[in-house]
């Protein structure tokens, strides 16, 4: 296929365009003039990968430069201990718990029951607008006024999200961006589970008496 197109032929073959271009740009020319480049999704993404990976060969030689250099010990044990987090962190979201000490400063957005999304910044979280700190959270992710001790449910933490690729401030606002990792129960769920939980714990203790009533019944 010829990569150099008029913009009024672009607009009679948009339809067929995705299949042609592969990972190939489209120049898109106007008027004679190149006025546009086009390109896929998939070549979008691609060209992307190899943006990041150069910045890491152009980082990771000023780095070399400069001294900043890890033993390959270092390292292993850095990222096993890091794996080991991350396997610990999967295990309690599977459970649904999550707490305060897993919060991760530029890593993670929380949304509070009001709506909102908050960063978490070192010692606080904050939207566009306002900040919270993080000393007014329970452990539990509940709201905690210590000052005047009293609670704001509607500053609760209802839910966290690592934060996607292209991720800005901006989609604090619409919440876009970003990979939900853990959520709270609904007060009604939770109740539901609480009941659940105690049913289960009495049929246990009701087949273990049947168990114990036949046992005694053979021996008579």
Known sequence: MNNIISISDMKVRAGSLRDELGLNPLFVTQNGKESLVVQTHEAYEHQQEKIAFMEILINSRKDIESGKTELMDDFLNSVEEKIGMAEKENTDQQNNTFTKSMLVSGEHVVKLRDGSYNLVMKDRISDLGGWLSL??????????????????????????????????????????????????????????????????????????????????????
């Not at 000052?147 to 690729?165: G, H, M, Q, R, T």
């Not at 970003?178 to 959520?183: M, R, V, Y």
Request: proline share 1%; glycine share 2%.
């Open 135 to 220: 000393d007014h959270l329970s452990e539990d992710l509940h709201h905690l006024d210590r000052e005047y001790s009293y609670n704001n449910e509607d500053l609760d933490i209802v839910a966290v999200y690592s934060l996607k690729k292209y991720f800005t401030l901006n989609n604090l606002e619409d919440g876009k961006e970003l990979t939900l990792i853990w959520q709270r129960e609904s007060p009604e769920k939770q109740k539901q589970l609480e009941v659940i939980q105690t049913l289960e714990e009495d049929l246990k203790r009701a087949q273990k008496a049947l168990e114990e009533a036949k046992s005694k019944l053979e021996e008579m």
